[in-house]
Each structure stands twice: as C-alpha cells, then as structure tokens.
C-alpha cells in the first residue's frame, strides 16, 4: 500500500439509465431499465428509480418486469455511451497520464502522477471533488462516486460506500478498520461457491478471514485464489495503475430465443463460434493459449471451462475441438439437462506468435454435419430507446413498436417532455437517427 491517499476510483452513477434519462427528459426521475428487453434479455442497468423495487444488473429481464412492470425498458445505445465516456476520460487524462479504464463508467486515476502540490488527504479530496463537478458539467449533469485510498482495492470499495454522487476517503492506516467489518464478497473473486465455501468454515466477515492462515485458505479454495484472499484480508494491495490494458480475450457468445439441449447443435454452434474467435485473434495478429466454453443455463446459472494449450493457437479447427470436448465434459457431468440459453468461446493467455503446425492444420475434421443453426436472439429494427427522427415531427426515441405500429415520443435531451405519436413502420417520413 501507499502512504498517501492517492488513487482515484471514479465510477458514473447508473451509466447506461442515467444517459438515457438525461436524453429523454420524460423518463428523468422515473424508473429506467436498459438491456435486453425481449423475453430472453438480461439487465445491464437500471436507474436508482428502479433499483428501488429491487431491479438490479444480471437479473432476466422477465425477473425486472415482475418487479417494476411500469419501468422504462429500452435497449442500449452504445454510440451515446461512448460519447459520453470519452468525455469523463479526457477530463481524468488531462488530471494524470496514469488512468486505466475499466470499462465505459468506471477507471483508476493515479493521483501521484498529477501535477498536484502535495497528495495529502485535504489535496487529493479537493481535487476528486473539483474532478465530479467537471464531469457533472462536461456530461451534462451525469454524476460520478469516486474512491480515495492507499490501494486500487480499497479505492474501488471506497466508491461504492456512498452511492449515488458520493465521494469517501480511506485514509492511510484506517483500510483495515473499513474492511474488518465486511462481508468477505466485498473481495474480488469471492463470488457464491467461494462464499459458501467460507461460509461452511466459520468464515464470515473480513474479519474472521484475516484469522486464517494462508495454508489453511489454500486448503479451502485452492492455492492462487486462497494467497491472493490471505492478501487482501490484510489491505495488502501493491498494483499499479497501469494506464494501456492490453486486450486479454477474444470472444464470441449467443443468447438464444429457445434453450439449446440438442449437443450436436450446440456443438455446431461452437465450431461457428472458435471460426468467428479464430478470424478475430488473425486479424489482430495474436494467438491464445486458453480455449473456454462459456455456458449459461435455463435458470441463468453460468458455466465457464477451461483448457490450456501447450503453445497458442490461431486456429479455428483447433479452438472448435477443444471447445466441443469442454461440452463434451458438461453433458456428460449432466450439467446441461435443464437448457442452455447462451454459449460461448473465447480464447485467453494472448500472444502474438503462435508456433506452426503445432495442433495440425486448420481443417476440422471431426466437425459435425451441417445442422441449421439458430441465429442468436436480435432486437427489432424498431427498438425501445433508439434515436429517430421524423420528416415533420423532428427527433424523438422509439417508444415502443409491434404489429406494423412503431410509436415515438419527439424530445430530446435539450427540450421538454415532447408528445407520443404512432406510425407505421415502413413510414418514409420516419427514420433512424445517428449524429455521427
């Protein structure tokens, strides 16, 4: 850890609802659910409003509507999220050349490399709370929880004590005070089967976990994972900044419309996707070592299997093999029985050579027949929440749309609530719009 409280974690408030509620002033102060919204859909975020009759990311979209049926449920817009990240991240880049991004919403700020007088706490809180402002007003009143510790890991805990708008400080020699009193899933990587597993051994809070010795977390949850818990147990934390993050998968994955069960379907359906993953590592001229399935299930349990190569591999004959013998291991093991809603591959341990001929050619010859495959689930052409414009009517977002009706409400984010009118959908006069 450091001796001074200065790295920053900076995370927008409910990104995705947020820019939506800014944009479309009739749902501001209204609950806001953003994702997939078909029957299939997953929640990526849903606003404070919605979060309130308990709607929260990676719940179904089905789950969401039982429990706020009234919400606002529209699909992403990503053009307008980068628009609006790329803004936040001048303004930390012009701070300190030390930012690392962790997503659209949310990076590291190494304050020790800013151009500050000192990095004591009144400093570094005086310049996190000069940074917020500067988003509020950049994103046109978008608002950020920012984090100050000694450690990214504290930082990031920081961030989330105080949510939405908030700002909280760690100082130097309190981390552990945070932390004792904690739940031990305040620690990345302790996720529900680590949990449990803690659970079952008395091991509660951070507190309790920090009486472990690190043989015995290694004994519970296996060697990397039980030192790097032992670690953080104790606050211990030494990871840099470091402000280019190297791409460290390729991936594909589908949601389908109907649960998968057929094998040789789905193994088809992996074969197309290690070709797409293979075409993807080629064309940026790397190579991986690790081939994973991804797997969800019927009732949104998530599956991941690994296996690792000797050299790595660009080859989509050779990642399709490994990622049907991975799926192999799963029907065999019964764990597919109920469906599967999403699959996935991807490939990891990334370099940028790969050692010829090594795993053969890329023919497949073990490939199963061609099968129709289903296409992975779409949002319509008139999607709830998409930016259009009308010949007489001007801008507005698709309100919604079915049986040959498209319905707009006219506003943007600079007039008031505007009116709700439905056309046709191959109305000329209406037509997908996009600044760019």
Excluded at 366 to 377: K, T
């Amino acid at each position: 850890m450091r001796a001074h409280a200065s790295v920053m974690h900076l995370d927008l408030d409910a990104f995705f609802a947020s820019v939506e509620q800014r944009d479309k002033p009739s749902l501001r102060g209204k609950p806001v659910v953003v994702g997939g919204i078909g029957g299939r859909g997953v929640v990526s975020t849903a606003s404070y409003e919605a979060r309130t009759f308990g709607v929260r990311s990676a719940m179904s979209t089905r789950e969401a509507r039982a429990l706020c049926g009234h919400a606002a449920f529209l699909y992403p817009r990503f053009h307008a999220y980068k628009k609006v990240s790329e803004q936040v991240f001048g303004i930390l880049r012009e701070l300190s050349p030390l930012v690392e991004p962790l997503s659209l919403d949310e990076a590291f700020v190494d304050l020790a490399a800013a151009d500050l007088p000192d990095l004591e706490v009144e400093t570094v809180t005086a310049t996190a709370s000069r940074i917020r402002e500067e988003v509020t007003q950049v994103t046109g009143g978008l608002s950020a929880s920012v984090g100050l510790a000694s450690s990214k890991f504290i930082a990031k805990i920081a961030s989330d004590l105080d949510k939405p708008d908030g700002l909280v400080v760690v100082a130097p020699g309190t981390e552990l005070d945070l932390l004792r009193p904690m739940n031990v899933k305040v620690i990345p990587g302790v996720g529900p089967a680590t949990a449990e597993r803690l659970r079952r051994a008395g091991i509660h809070t951070v507190a309790d976990l920090e009486q472990v010795s690190v043989e015995e977390l290694v004994r519970l949850v296996g060697k990397s994972h039980g030192t790097n818990l032992y670690k953080l147990a104790r606050a211990q934390d030494d990871r840099r900044v470091e402000p280019e993050r190297e791409t460290k998968s390729v991936s594909v994955e589908g949601t389908y419309d109907t649960d998968l069960t057929d094998r040789p379907l789905m193994e088809q359906i992996l074969t197309r996707q290690a070709g797409e993953v293979a075409a993807r590592l080629k064309k940026n001229g790397l190579s991986g070592r690790t081939i994973t399935i991804k797997v969800r299930l019927y009732d949104f349990t998530t599956i991941n299997r690994s296996t690792t190569l000797p050299a790595p591999t660009d080859q989509a004959g050779t990642v399709a093999r490994m990622a049907r013998s991975l799926l192999g291991e799963l029907f065999t093991a019964g764990e597919t029985a109920g469906g599967v809603r999403l699959l996935g591959v991807g490939v990891s341990g990334l370099a940028d050579w790969v050692q010829e001929d090594l795993f053969g050619d890329d023919t497949d010859e073990d490939a199963e027949p061609d099968l129709p495959l289903p296409e992975p689930a779409r949002r319509p052409t008139w999607a709830a929440g998409m930016d259009v414009v009308h010949a007489e009517m001007g801008r507005g977002w698709v309100w919604g749309s079915g049986r040959g009706v498209v319905t707009v409400r006219f506003e943007t984010a600079e007039t008031p609530a505007g009116p709700v009118r439905s056309y046709a959908v191959d109305d000329p006069d209406l037509q997908p719009f996009s600044e760019s």
